[in-house]
């Protein structure tokens, strides 16, 4: 299925490149006609810039605000540059709060202002309210289309209410359920509503063993309750316990993914957001930055092999078998940091765990050095005829794996504890300790035992 996919993408990006180089815009309206605004938004960042904008015409107005939802942060910075301030205002009516709430800091001012005018008085208050809370909070996820009932009324009377409303929200599964003050008090299923007696009170068949979401929550957090507890939707409430609005499974899968890509692009020490297709100069620039701080600490380990320049001069073989304890001790560091960097993320390790998961990695880290360090011993010997050269790599080898365990462990919990993001920094600190250990371990056993 996921080939199919692909191939279908591969297949329409090809049909619309075609139909802009040939300016036939008919054919991109045609091609474009049935995707849905995810689609649309995944075409869009699968083209370099000058393309995008020709497709971005061709997109109908009245998807304009959803396909802008569905694109990174930069990509839709360059859709908003070449829309009036009329379009994206139209483009925009249509959105949910939470949604407005998502591209209202992407805005330009005067159009955000513009924005809120044309708003009612409900509208205008409930955006600001979600403007309030923290961006990457349950309160910035939350949608305020919930449906509320009281607990003292009769199912028929919310049946009636149902009717009368005509239509409800998507992803709806159950029913808030509050009291007279507006507490949260738990939810009632819809199956129930339409499955029992008419005259049956709400708070007879309410849940009420349901952990409602408190707006500051992060949304990390909230990802991992809707995975942990396979949830479609969860009740929002403030520090009084009032209800708020509801999150909904459609937020956190987009939350999901962000924290997949943000992952993902931070191990290379990239903005998750980066457009692909961007221009060289910008892309060049931001990628400049890790490069250059690479490019530091890979002098930091040049120094160090310069400290024993003399000691290789007099013994060739280990120029030949230093790269194997830098590069054993990175393989082994960079497994222990990502599965260190996944249990962050998940929120699996804590002050009470982290030290356990220290021991194991030091335990891990000599097993697999001394078996691992026999066999780069044997081969050694094998190939130079020195038993000691064979002894100091084998020593080598056991220090650098056994400190890039431990690294593993410590270089992203530190990290986090001084609120820099471990899967943004962690790897070029753990390829230089790996290095510097590695070098300084070998050359420096070498120094003392062979010199």
Known sequence: MAEEITESLESLLSRIHQALEENRPEEISAAIADLEPAEIALLLESLP??????????????????????????????????????????????????????????????????MLRSMDELQRARLQETLSFEEDSAGRLMRTDTIAVRADVMLETVQRFLRWKASIPDNTDNLMVIDRTGQFMGVLPLARLVS?????????????????????????????????????????????GMLLGRVIIDDIVDVIQEISEQALMHMAGLDEEEDLFAPVVPSARRRAVWLGINLLTAFLAAWVI????????????????????????????SQTLTLTIRGLALGQISKTNSN??????????????????????????VWFGS???????AAALVINMLAAGVCGIVIPLFLKRINIDPALSSSVILTTVTDVVGFMSFLGLATIFLL
């Not at 356990?356 to 044997?378: F, H, Q, T």
């Not at 038993?387 to 790599?393: E, H, K, Q």
Request: no cysteine.
């Open 196 to 240: 029992h007696d008419q005259e049956t009170l709400v708070e007879t068949l309410m849940d009420t063993d349901v952990d409602a979401i408190q707006v500051d929550m992060k949304s990390r957090d909230v990802a991992t309750l809707f995975q942990t507890h396979d949830l479609t939707s969860a009740p929002v409430v403030d520090k009084e």
């Open 306 to 333: 310069g400290r024993f320049e003399a000691t290789l001069q007099q013994i060739v073989a280990l120029a030949v078998l230093m790269p194997i304890v830098a590069s054993m001790g990175g393989i082994a560091g």
């Open 49 to 114: 810039l000058h393309e995008r904008t020709l497709l971005w015409e061709q997109v109908p107005a009245e998807l304009d605000g959803e396909v802008l939802l569905h694109v990174h942060d930069e990509v839709r910075s360059t859709l908003l540059q070449d829309m009036d301030p009329e379009e994206i205002v139209a483009a925009t009516a249509s959105l949910d709060t939470a949604d407005l709430a998502e591209l209202f800091d992407d805005l330009p001012k005067p159009v955000a202002e513009d």
């Open 356 to 381: 356990w998961l220290l021991y194991k990695e030091i335990g891990i880290s000599l097993i697999n050095g001394v078996v691992w360090a026999l066999v780069v011993a044997v081969l050694a010997v």
């Open 387 to 393: 038993v000691p050269i064979g002894a100091i790599i």
